[in-house]
């Protein structure tokens, strides 16, 4: 079945705890990017990924890094959490192609919900 | 730059009414557009999109949007709403220009009274 996997689903920690939160997909898909929603902001995108090892910052990229080192595991990493980084993180990857319907439409994780406390 | 307007927040709809979700998009070029749907504790789930062509768009669940150009817009209907339509729905853009990235509108929370 092709999705898009993300560990955990729910996090607490506290302020300055280094966490990782892993995002994996199986549907061989070059692209990968993640996203954290908060009320009435919909979603923005935090970082993107095109291929292995190229990576390039999003809407809202401060306090957050990333790395591709292989093609399907995409994780997002919170070198020092602070509380306005509380928010629900999703995962999405898709096709890089010519074709423009299929490297559109993205497919989504389950989210992870985060508090830093 | 590219941006999406969802106006209403929320919305409260009774079972076997009709509902209409507006979207307005801004796209310096041809968009394409999607509306995804996060129902309570879940991830997102695409209903439709829309690339090109017949600018009436069916999609998933009985739902369906209307592409209109001349006002920016991309509303999504359903004629008859059911208790499991409750859930938070976003609209989106991208292009061909804007390569893999997508822009998100607020959300609208769509309540379902029985």
């Known amino acids: 079945e092709a999705q898009v996997t993300q560990n955990p689903r729910y996090l607490i920690t506290v302020t300055g705890k280094k966490l990782t939160v892993t995002c994996s997909q199986n549907?061989?898909?070059?692209?990968m990017s993640w996203y954290r929603q908060d009320p009435g902001l919909g979603l923005r995108q935090i970082y993107y990924?095109?291929?292995?090892?190229?990576?390039d910052k999003g809407d809202v990229p401060e306090g957050y890094k990333v790395s591709r080192k292989e093609k399907r595991n995409f994780p997002l990493i919170l070198e020092s959490p602070s509380p306005n980084q509380t928010s629900l993180y999703f995962c999405?990857?898709?096709?890089?192609?010519?074709?423009?319907?299929?490297?559109?439409?993205?497919?989504f994780g389950a989210g992870t919900r985060l508090s830093v406390l | 730059a590219q941006s999406v307007t969802q106006p209403d927040i929320h919305i409260t709809v009774s079972e076997g009414a009709s509902l209409e979700l507006r979207c307005n998009y801004s796209?310096?070029?041809?968009?394409?557009l999607f509306w995804y749907v996060q129902s309570p504790g879940q991830g997102l789930q695409l209903l439709l999109k829309y690339f090109s062509g017949d600018t009436l768009v069916q999609g998933i669940k009985g739902f369906e949007a209307e592409f209109k150009r001349s006002q920016s817009s991309f509303n999504l209907r359903k004629p008859s709403v059911h208790w499991s339509d409750a859930a938070e729905y976003f609209c989106?853009?991208?292009?061909?220009?804007?390569?893999?990235?997508?822009?998100f509108g607020g959300g609208t929370r769509v309540l379902v009274k029985p």
């Open positions: 549907m061989n898909h070059e692209y």
């Open positions: 999405a990857s898709s096709f890089v192609g010519a074709e423009p319907s299929a490297k559109n439409i993205q497919y």
């Open positions: 796209y310096g070029a041809t968009p394409y």
């Open positions: 990924s095109m291929n292995v090892e190229v990576t």
């Open positions: 989106a853009v991208g292009g061909r220009a804007a390569g893999n990235k997508l822009t």
